[in-house]
């Protein structure tokens, strides 16, 4: 597309593309020449201004791009160099003959700009040469042209937005890239306030930086056939992070939020399990309700599928039933840490260990069996108190007048037997319990320390179980891991 911009559009003889592929092999020194001709040579890739203007987007292409303006590695840090140092002599003997009373080069004001965003770093300019040094040093001068790839490509960068023309488009292709994420906002920032004559387009594939553009248009490239783009501009969003909404766009399959952060140990079985999507952690259940039901609201996903996975937390039947219908399944087991001691999982890791599967998981399940018996008030009460709550949001409040909104609020109050639900609750727990139905506990027993019993009963440190079922799950056990999940995990 960036080629497309600075060869075939309709603004195309103002449009100055920073191409992704290109040399940053810096000169040593540099020679000046006369100024139209170094701007020329520069610009299109040949110096004779005169030929050039009979046609130029025929040098353009045949020099500067050597016929491949799509894959071929500009070289052109030299005449870049080049037109610099010939500017810095015009202006200076401009303003020595008395035809100028500024001497601002370019080459200073890249130096300015160059070193507030590399405040360690100085640059030093003689003739024909750019030499650099420690910020606020005397000792440790050497040539520019052995800075860092970072280093160099940050003068580049800048020298080269720095000699487009007045009102030129700049179309900067991979603007992220040998740029440290530390100071890559900060130099765009930079240039675009120093340059505010000038259009900048970004073609980008990191995510947060353009995220990082709030006030700017976005436009998603979905696809290109060698002939032609489809894309469209993305409209904001109140209630969606730009950055989320970006990710998923640009997604090349469908995704799945679940619960959790980067770091989960469960978001490495979700991977797995569903490697066929992009997994995305999104922190709260109520996080991954909101996005999941946001972008499909959105209008904006077509072409894939949005999906979210929570915990089962003692929802209730209804209550799962209103989830699926916005494409967020819920667990078979009262939370994910419930996954890693399904008695598959249990039994891989017995044989891994050597142990007897019967007898460690008799054991385990055991002390879950009395571990929730020891606190089975609070676990019947919390569950008994999730219904409550669950009901009373079918309290209607668009009910309009003071009338309308006492019956609405009765007839809810009237409809929970807090008595009823107690008790059905209770005796669920209560028969599991009496029946030691290991996965019907699992279903009902909210309890993030029930895996701290596995470590115990196997002989493990605390976070060691776990890590052992990741290992398996990445070497030859993985397909096993995957089967052990399958009853359990939502069928998407």
């Known amino acids: 597309m960036g080629a497309w911009l600075e060869l075939e559009s309709n603004q195309k003889d103002i449009v100055r593309r920073i191409s992704a592929q290109k040399s940053l092999s810096m000169p040593d020194f540099s020679h000046t020449s006369a100024i139209e001709e170094a701007e020329c040579d520069l610009k299109y890739g040949y110096h004779d201004v005169k030929q ?97 790839d970072g280093e160099r490509v940050v003068f580049y960068l800048i020298g080269q937005c ?120 999104k922190g709260s259940c109520e996080n991954v309700i909101q996005v999941v039901k946001g972008l499909n609201e959105s209008g904006l996903i077509n072409d894939k599928n949005v999906f979210g996975i929570v915990d089962r937390d003692r929802r209730v039947s209804a209550e799962i039933s209103n989830l699926g219908k916005h494409n967020i399944f819920v667990l078979d087991v009262a939370e994910v840490e419930n996954l890693f001691i399904l008695p598959e999982l249990i039994k891989l890791a017995c044989e891994t260990l050597e142990y007897k599967y019967e007898e460690k998981q008799a054991e385990i399940a055991l002390k879950i069996i009395e571990s929730l018996k020891g606190e089975l008030d609070v676990q019947i009460s919390k569950r008994t108190s999730s219904e409550i709550r669950h009901r009373l949001l079918s309290f209607n409040d668009k009910s309009n007048g003071l009338y309308k909104i006492k019956t609405s609020y009765t007839d809810v109050i009237n409809g929970i037997d807090v008595d009823s639900i107690y008790s059905d609750v209770a005796k669920e727990f209560d028969e599991a319990i009496a029946s030691k139905h290991y996965l019907d506990i699992l279903k009902l027993y909210n309890r993030k320390s029930l895996l701290t019993f596995v470590g115990e009963v196997l002989g493990l440190k605390k976070g060691e179980y776990t890590n052992l079922i990741t290992r398996l799950s990445k070497g030859k056990k993985k397909a096993d891991v995957i089967s052990a999940l399958n009853d359990y995990l939502p069928n998407i």
């Open 162 to 281: 720095l000699t487009a023309g007045n009102n030129s488009i700049l179309v900067i292709d991979e603007p992220e890239l040998h740029i440290h994420k530390s100071i890559h906002s900060k130099l765009w920032s930079k240039l675009e306030s120093e340059r505010e004559d000038c259009l900048f387009v970004y073609i980008t594939h990191d995510l947060d930086f353009a995220a990082q553009k709030s006030s700017a248009e976005k436009i998603w490239v979905k696809s290109y056939d060698g002939t032609n783009w489809v894309w469209s501009t993305l409209p904001e969003f109140e209630d969606l992070p730009e950055d989320l909404v970006l990710e998923v766009l640009g997604a090349r399959s469908s995704v799945i939020f679940v619960e959790g952060t980067p770091n989960s140990f469960d978001l490495q079985l979700y991977s797995l399990f569903y490697s066929n999507y992009l997994v995305l952690p």
């Open 52 to 148: 050039v203007s009979s046609n130029p987007s025929h040098w353009k292409k045949s020099q500067r791009w050597g016929q491949k303006p799509f894959t071929f590695l500009l070289n052109d840090y030299e005449k870049l160099m080049v037109y610099l140092f010939t500017e810095l002599f015009q202006k200076t003997l401009d303003h020595s003959e008395g035809r100028s009373s500024e001497n601002n080069s370019i080459l200073h004001k890249i130096k300015s700009i160059w070193e507030s965003v590399l405040p360690h770093r100085e640059l030093v300019i003689e003739a024909g040469r750019v030499k650099t040094k420690m910020s606020g040093g005397n000792s440790g001068l050497y040539n520019a042209s052995d800075m860092s």
